[in-house]
């Protein structure tokens, strides 16, 4: 009887719309969040622009031209969020409008003369612009910059290295003022990295004087072509050459695919490839060539010819070279995609950590404001060594790059093996970053707005596209090896690659590492090398255990795999790290270097926190978690100029997103009315 009287009162209270009786704890309520650049709390201790002249290297004024002039214009996007203008792609408009907004884009550009000179023109300085121009669109959209890394580097790049003087005369110019829209059709279903198991199949008809380029199987239809699907109106097709019932190997042939009103030729069949987890601007296309005929001149006859009569004429007789020397030109494509995927990296730490300089998140005491997420310890320690990779990372870049405009047959292998190197971290580190800056920006990083997480979607393909990076790390193994056993075979000093360590006596690691020893470069390079040096001896004596025991050289190969990978890594952490350390040495003493010695510091400690080092016992334990703690300590110290050393990118407000400056703004109601 007393429940129901009870329930009934409530019921009567609630219907009359009775107060409570009032609480007698009150709670205080915290003030609103207010935003506050960055800027006017966190000071510079060096001069900024200085060291973007450092780290960009090279074309400052065009980079910053080409970001104006994408800037200035309404197809590529802008929109205002708290009270600024930014310009990114609309990745949610169906791939059908994206691959033609990419080529609208592209075409922009080509109107404005940022291409001029990019093929017509030769030397080290025309090359340096293309690479600066590259990692500038790339940052805007990795579509955009693949569609014109495909036209120049791969298609321009194959006429120009495979191709001889007729072939640049034709080509060349129409090429580099997109009359002709090249393509470039080297993978299979059936064969990606194994290039030289392609099977398309060219004969020669004498009669004619015309190559005949045939799919003799499903395995054999060209996948992944880059501008295929809807815009390619010529492809370079690499394909088995059959002269008289003789196979002569991967040949490249010059093959239109489309007419000029964009019409598929006589014997040409194309299927799209389908959505993709990213990249949805670039049409890539599947091809089956039937019996296409091509005039014998469409053969890039730089290695080997066909004489009109169909006799094959080639000064290397060896079919091994020959396949060398036809491709060992070609490492542009992995050149530009390690150059360019660091700016990729610089544009996601700068949003994470100009975020994490303005978002708060507990207190530490009561009536206290929330603390900076930058000024937590674990923050610092996930995001500054990645701003340190990052530095490092475009120190080496500068290398790769000088190395491959200077290049000349004789440094082909070199640049091979840097290029493999680079290409496979620099995209593997990429990925690791913006997962990184996706976690640290919590739920803001979700937004495809925001960039960071989109990005990863949009890179992803980088990790095995122009090379598997596993594949590349076992090739640069195979690389070192070659040159340890002529070194030995001759009894001769190693020289080149970086292996000149290997003729001093091996360094030693000091029981005992004090701050001190810790961060000093002569430690960082002893540790990198001897690394290098005894995981080197290992592969050359793993490698002969298995062959010992009856196994060909291949499968030793692919016994020894984890310690190749581990060589592979080794080899290029202290590539890394070298290119690093020799910048920092040519700066006279200033602040500027005294930070930068720094980030030097941090990038040689998280090498020599990779686990190899206990794995292989060139640590203690103890001096293991000495670097562990150590790596804190510098985190902490270069906190300070987090915002200095990402300002420093230079890299234009419109380019980044939202929440890197008045996320408040940018998430208000008034803009949602806006």
């Known amino acids: 009887m007393d429940r129901a009287f009870q329930r009934t009162k409530i019921l009567t209270d609630h219907l009359l719309q009775s107060s409570p009786s009032p609480v007698q704890t009150s709670l205080s309520s915290n003030a609103c969040f207010n935003y506050t650049l960055p800027e006017l709390s966190e000071k510079y201790a060096f001069d900024t622009k200085e060291m973007r002249r450092l780290i960009d290297g090279h074309h400052l004024e065009v980079r910053d031209r080409l970001f104006g002039m994408m800037s200035q214009s309404k197809l590529f996007n802008p929109r205002v969020r708290g009270g600024k203008v930014f310009v990114s792609p609309d990745y949610n408009q169906p791939m059908e409008q994206q691959r033609e907004i990419t080529l609208k884009r592209i075409d922009y550009l080509f109107d404005r003369g940022a291409f001029k000179g990019w093929l017509t023109e030769q030397g080290e300085e025309i090359e340096l612009r293309k690479f600066a121009s590259f990692e500038v669109f790339g940052t805007f959209d990795h579509s955009m910059g693949t569609m014109l890394a495909v036209h120049f580097f791969l298609w321009g790049g194959a006429l120009q290295v495979f191709g001889t003087k007729h072939h640049h005369d034709k080509w060349l110019r129409d090429t580099e003022t997109h009359v002709v829209k090249g393509c470039f059709a080297m993978s299979e279903l059936g064969h990606g990295s194994n290039v030289r198991g392609v099977e398309t199949v060219t004969t020669y008809d004498s009669n004619t004087q015309e190559f005949v380029i045939n799919t003799p199987c499903e395995s054999a239809q060209k996948f992944w072509i880059g501008g295929a699907a809807n815009h390619a109106t010529h492809a370079i097709v690499f394909s088995q050459l059959n002269i008289n019932g003789s196979n002569q190997g991967v040949h490249a042939f010059i093959a239109q695919i489309r007419d000029a009103d964009g019409y598929l030729c006589q014997n040409v069949r194309i299927a799209d490839c389908g959505h993709k987890i990213g990249l949805n601007g670039v049409d890539n296309g599947r091809i089956w060539f039937d019996n296409v005929r091509v005039p014998r001149e469409n053969l890039l006859n730089s290695v080997a010819d066909v004489s009109a009569d169909g006799k094959y004429l080639s000064s290397i007789n060896d079919p091994d070279q020959r396949f060398a020397a ?286 190899s080092f206990l794995r292989y016992g060139y640590l203690s334990v103890e001096n293991a978690a000495a670097v562990r703690s150590e790596i804190t300590k510098v985190c902490g110290e270069l906190r300070p100029h987090a915002l200095a050393l990402v300002s420093s990118f230079g890299i234009p407000d419109a380019f980044l997103s939202p929440i890197a400056f008045n996320w408040i703004d940018a998430n208000s109601w008034s803009s949602i009315q806006h």
């Open 326 to 611: 036809f491709l060992a030109p070609l490492t542009i494509g992995r050149v530009s995609i390690a150059t360019s995927t660091v700016y990729i990296s610089k544009a996601g730490l700068t949003i994470a950590i100009r975020y994490a300089l303005t978002r708060r998140a507990f207190s530490l005491k009561p009536n206290e404001p929330e603390v900076l997420l930058l000024d937590y310890p674990s923050y610092q320690r996930r995001l500054l060594p990645l701003l340190a990779k990052t530095y490092a990372m475009s120190f080496a870049s500068h290398y790769l790059k000088k190395l491959f405009v200077k290049r000349t047959p004789e440094s082909y292998k070199t640049i091979h093996i840097f290029s493999s190197a680079f290409k496979a971290t620099f995209t593997w580190n990429n990925l690791h970053i913006l997962q990184e800056c996706r976690e640290a920006c919590g739920g803001q990083g979700l937004r495809t707005e925001n960039h960071v997480g989109q990005w990863k979607a949009e890179f992803d393909v980088q990790s095995t596209f122009e090379g598997d990076n596993n594949i590349l790390m076992q090739q640069i193994s195979k690389a070192l090896l070659a040159e340890y056993v002529a070194a030995k075979k001759r009894k001769k000093a190693f020289k080149g690659l970086g292996l000149e360590h290997m003729n001093k006596p091996c360094p030693v690691i000091p029981s005992q590492l004090t701050s001190t020893a810790l961060r000093s470069s002569q430690f960082q390079m002893d540790a990198l090398c001897l690394r290098e040096r005894d995981l080197l001896n290992r592969f050359a004596a793993e490698i002969s255990h298995y062959q010992a025991k009856g196994l060909s050289k291949e499968h030793a190969f692919n016994m020894s795999y984890q310690i190749a990978e581990d060589l592979g890594r080794a080899f290029t952490d202290r590539s890394i790290f070298q290119a690093f350390a020799e910048a920092e040495a040519t700066l006279a003493a200033s602040s500027l270097k005294d930070v930068l010695g720094m980030v030097r510091s941090l990038y040689g400690l998280i090498c020599v926190e990779d686990a």
